[in-house]
């Protein structure tokens, strides 16, 4: 709840949404407008503003920050490098842990939490919802990817070692999506707004992230719809392993557009436009 004997200007939700909204559009200049160091000011002015609203948001907001800070000290574009690999290891690693380490062991909270044993089963509707997304993703990467020439925005791969590269980095990326954005940024702010405002905060978040690793020109009419579902199916089935599920199946389809984009011949069942 927000402090006691807050001064005019900081009272009540706009001042608390205007915290949160200044560290959400960093995202977007540090990672899809690219403008760094820039893009800091927003982040360090939302967490002062959400630390004089309210002790707890701006504690959050500044775990946010701790990560996205983190993240952007490497370039996210693709690389399939032993060196490029290594670094997308560790700050992504990074950008997990050390929010996750300051909650818990700094601040004795456990909002950050990355529940995988839920106890529940899934439903048959979550389970036709997996096969929705493989439809989906079979009918519209293709004509992302190829249509827009999106596929460029990754290396090349044509040997084998370089597919198996890229199959390994489009799922520990995938699964890393889940356990910052929805785990820790969307767990944050749900705490201190609604469901569809904090989805809409980590979506921006999100989508940047997306567009500087590769997801242009018309990606965000994807990304978009995308991120906020996530949010939206973590909030009610509150299982990590749900939204992974779901999240890797598409990149299954990712993998697979992208593999054959780069080569025809390969994964030849996919309904494009001619080239």
């Given amino acids: 709840m927000p402090d006691a004997a807050l001064p005019p200007w900081a009272v009540g939700s706009p001042a608390r949404l205007l915290a949160a909204a200044l560290v959400s559009l ?140 890229l199959f390994v980095g489009v799922n520990a990326v995938g699964i890393w999506d889940e356990l910052f954005f929805v785990c820790i940024v969307f767990a944050l702010l749900r705490q201190h707004f609604g469901l569809w405002t904090a989805n809409l905060l980590q979506a921006a978040v999100f989508v940047s992230f997306l567009w500087e690793l590769g997801y242009r020109e018309w990606g965000p009419l994807l990304t978009i719809p995308f991120a906020l579902v996530q949010g939206w199916i973590f909030s009610w089935s509150k299982s990590f392993t749900y939204v992974v599920a779901v999240h890797l199946l598409f990149d299954l389809v990712v993998f697979g557009v992208l593999v054959h984009a780069h080569n025809p011949e390969l994964f030849d069942v996919f309904v494009t436009a001619p080239r």
Avoid: C, K
Wanted: no cysteine; charged share 15%.
């Fill in 26 to 165: 960093s995202a977007v200049l540090l990672f899809a407008v690219h403008v760094r160091p820039l893009g800091y000011l927003p982040l360090v002015l939302g967490v002062a503003l959400g630390w004089a609203v309210d002790r707890v948001l701006g504690r959050d907001l500044a775990l946010i920050g701790v990560g996205l800070g983190i993240i952007s000290a490497i370039s996210l574009e693709a690389d399939l490098s032993d060196a490029g690999m290594a670094r997308f290891t560790v700050a992504l690693s990074l950008a997990v842990l050390v929010p996750w380490a300051l909650s818990r062991f700094a601040f004795h909270d456990r909002t950050i939490t990355f529940p995988v044993a839920t106890g529940r089963r899934w439903s048959r509707g979550q389970i036709v919802y997996l096969a929705v997304v493989v439809v989906a993703g079979y009918l519209i990467l293709p004509f992302y990817f190829i249509g827009s020439g999106a596929y460029r925005n990754w290396p090349e791969v044509t040997s084998g070692a370089e597919i198996a590269r």
